[in-house]
């Protein structure tokens, strides 16, 4: 599954893969992380129709349990073989920022290991003039179990992408 938005987005978005609901519907970020992420994007000032997403691996890994598919991680192996396919997205749509969303998406763009913990709110170089900034994904935040956790984290995440959109506004495509 490719990704979708304004053929000249000034702001690319990076997931990791597809999740069920997206695999079902053929559309990226529709479930629930969709759903996060276009109420933080809002938050943030920021239009999701003025966005391009994706995600670094373009297929839903899972593991069948009954009636459900759940989410298994994308492997090296697997991040490697979809990198050609971002890296075809990202230089037809020349954004101005690549935005990491989580460290599937950061190893993806940056081409090693990427922490989100150790890089979170950094711009970093990765080559042929392309600036990343790292943060999480938004399904992370669903997984917190404590509410007043979720409650700040999400905030983070809100800054991160206000700072995003300082970060676009800073630079001249």
């Known amino acids: 599954?490719?990704?979708?938005?304004?053929?000249?987005?000034?702001?690319?978005?990076?997931?990791?893969?597809?999740?069920?609901?997206?695999?079902?519907?053929?559309?990226?970020?529709?479930?629930?992380?969709?759903?996060?992420?276009?109420?933080?994007?809002?938050?943030?000032?920021?239009?999701?129709?003025?966005?391009?997403?994706?995600?670094?691996?373009?297929?839903?890994?899972?593991?069948?349990?009954?009636?459900?598919?759940?989410h298994k991680r994308p492997n090296t192996a697997e991040i490697r073989i979809c990198h050609r396919w971002l890296t075809e997205e990202i230089a037809a749509i020349k954004p101005k920022l690549l935005v990491a969303l989580g460290a599937t998406a950061a190893q993806s763009l940056a081409g090693r290991a990427t922490p989100v913990g150790a890089n979170r709110g950094k711009v970093l170089e990765i080559g042929d003039g392309l600036r990343m900034f790292v943060t999480v994904h938004p399904s992370s935040l669903l997984r917190l179990p404590d509410p007043d956790m979720r409650a700040t984290e999400y905030a983070r995440f809100v800054a991160d992408l206000r700072t995003v959109g300082r970060l676009l506004d800073e630079t001249v495509r």
């Open 1 to 70: 599954m490719f990704g979708e938005g304004p053929r000249r987005a000034r702001l690319l978005l990076v997931g990791e893969q597809p999740g069920d609901v997206e695999d079902r519907e053929g559309a990226v970020f529709v479930g629930p992380a969709g759903r996060v992420l276009d109420e933080a994007l809002t938050g943030a000032g920021l239009a999701r129709s003025e966005v391009y997403l994706t995600n670094a691996v373009k297929h839903f890994k899972f593991e069948e349990r009954g009636k459900r598919r759940l």
